[in-house]
């Protein structure tokens, strides 16, 4: 297994943003809304946004396990994205890659 851990800065609200680039096959990843940011942020796919997303509160962090039962099942890092209502607000990962 293979650990990552970063943070993401939303460049532009109101459109879908990669978490990370990283063309690698995750198992696990741990989400958190920076403390500071001025308004949520919305977790999911390519089409993510405040109606259509996971949303994260300033503070909120929330953990995605692809592989609950160990039996193999990955994601693509970089078919994560996020959005988010005001730009410069930032998440927070931590992400458990498959070897």
Do not use: C, H
Not at 5 to 12: E, H
Not at 39 to 61: C, M, R, Y
Not at 81 to 86: I, K, Q, T, V
């Amino acid at each position: 297994m293979i650990i990552d851990v970063g943070a993401t800065n939303l460049t532009s609200s109101g459109s879908a943003e990669r978490i990370n680039n990283v063309d690698r096959q995750l198992t696990f990843i741990s989400v958190q809304a920076k403390p500071a940011n001025a308004g949520n942020i919305f977790i999911g796919v390519s089409d993510v946004s405040s109606s259509n997303g996971w949303t994260l509160k300033p503070g909120e962090a929330k953990d995605i396990d692809f592989d609950p039962q160990g039996i193999g099942l990955f994601v693509n890092m970089n078919l994560l994205f996020f959005d988010g209502a005001d730009t410069n607000d930032d998440i927070e990962w931590i992400v458990f890659y498959k070897q």
